[in-house]
T-cell receptor, first 111, second 112 residues
Framework: NAGVTQTPKFQVLKTGQSMTLQCAQD?????MSWYRQDPGMGLRLIHY???????DQGEVPNGYNVSRSTTEDFPLRLLSAAPSQTSVYFC??????????FGPGTRLTVL | KQEVTQIPAALSVPEGENLVLNCSFT??????LQWFRQDPGKGLTSLLL?????REQTSGRLNASLDKSSGRSTLYIAASQPGDSATYLC???????????FGAGTTVTVRA
């Protein structure tokens, strides 16, 4: 079991560029989510999905898009990157009793 | 909105001392509470999950208690070791909708 995997590990973008952060899990979890972590602010929920074809917004969804075509994958798209989106992004999936498992993170810098 | 607070923000103890980490939350109607460990530059590792019907959970040297009525959870780490140095995060789910509210974490340093 690889658990939750994320790619890339690091990314540098210029303002206005778009990109997709990849997330995959091999635990057959229905629930997946994306968080961002900023210094002193804890983790904040961006988007989540309760199953293939179903997504919803979290606390800070602006500037991000998601889709869920399969149980395994939950990509996060940055439409037009801004410096305020410089952060560490974590993907998580949830199984029994809502215990959540996190990926290793993607460190994104927007110049 | 659920607010989760962890105090202190940082803690330094000598090796062998017991660690006590605190987490408080504003809405006592929680579904569960989860403690995580995060090493620098790494992801979050789940340590303990306490369901709302439980009072505590134990795993090895770790013990977490939950008091919903007072809006508090405490993570105890017995006989601390330098390898316990990390940031510990508390997260609360307010319902079975899988959304977590996180505290900002307590950064622990265990001195050899």
């Amino acid at each position: 079991n690889a658990g939750v995997t994320q790619t890339p590990k690091f990314q540098v973008l210029k303002t206005g560029q778009s990109m997709t952060l990849q997330c995959a899990q091999d635990m057959n979890h229905e629930y997946m989510s994306w968080y961002r972590q900023d210094p002193g602010m804890g983790l904040r929920l961006i988007h989540y999905s309760v199953g293939a074809g179903i997504t919803d917004q979290g606390e800070v969804p602006n500037g991000y898009n998601v889709s869920r075509s399969t149980t395994e994958d939950f990509p996060l798209r940055l439409l037009s990157a801004a410096p305020s989106q410089t952060s560490v992004y974590f993907c998580a999936s949830s199984g029994t009793y809502n215990e959540q498992f996190f990926g290793p993170g993607t460190r994104l810098t927007v110049l | 909105k659920q607010e989760v607070t962890q105090i202190p923000a940082a803690l330094s103890v000598p090796e062998g001392e017991n660690l006590v980490l605190n987490c408080s939350f504003t809405d006592s109607a929680i579904y569960n509470l989860q403690w995580f460990r995060q090493d620098p530059g790494k992801g979050l590792t789940s340590l303990l999950l306490i369901q709302s019907s439980q009072r505590e959970q134990t795993s090895g040297r770790l013990n977490a208690s939950l008091d919903k009525s007072s809006g508090r959870s405490t993570l105890y780490i017995a006989a601390s070791q330098p390898g316990d140095s990390a940031t510990y995060l508390c997260a609360v789910a307010v319902s079975n909708d899988y959304k977590l509210s996180f505290g900002a974490g307590t950064t622990v340093t265990v001195r050899a």
